[in-house]
């Protein structure tokens, strides 16, 4: 489903949409390729994040992707599935946990995040990262649900690695 009457050229739905605004998706894909490359927050934190943002928008597809990045830096399956029930599952840190709650209440009640909470975040990553990472929820969380308002995703049924943004590349 989606409400735009005509999409630009592009290898993916994504791509197809963004490339008629060609200004904000070249700032867009910058800052995740940035966040990604340069690895300015742990990329299992981060996919982690974005797994549990994409289950909370019922966004299968997204739920189903994996960075490479992540991946590379030592995501497993195991964790990937478990990411719903991340507050009881032994396969995550302590941060990791912190960061995945973080993520769950920024998504659904950005106002419910509590001292405590940003706190728990900031033991794992400076200042500097802590910016970067609500950042990228942000990204993470905006992304999700223009996808799903304009129907920008391509179909995947299984779990799938792809590569991560770059600052010039495309966007999965």
Do not use: N
């Amino acid at each position: 489903m989606t409400w735009l009457s005509v999409e630009a050229e592009g290898p993916t739905a994504l791509e197809r949409v963004l490339r008629l605004r060609p200004d904000l998706r070249d700032l867009f894909t910058g800052y995740l390729g940035l966040l990604w490359s340069e690895r300015l927050v742990d990329p299992v934190v981060l996919e982690l994040c974005r797994l549990r943002i994409a289950q909370l928008h019922g966004d299968g597809t997204q739920a189903l992707l994996r960075y490479d990045a992540a991946v590379a830096a030592g995501l497993t399956e195991a964790q990937a599935a478990a990411v719903a029930s991340w507050f009881d599952s032994p396969l995550f840190s302590e941060h990791q946990k912190a960061c995945i709650a973080y993520a769950e209440v920024f998504a659904m009640d950005v106002h419910a995040l509590t001292d405590e909470m940003a706190d728990a975040v900031k033991v794992g990553m400076d200042d500097a990262a802590f910016v970067a990472f609500t950042v990228a929820l942000g990204m993470f969380d905006g992304l999700g649900r223009f996808r799903l308002v304009l129907g920008a995703d391509e179909p995947v049924t299984a779990p799938a690695t792809v590569p991560a943004p770059r600052p010039d590349g495309v966007l999965h």
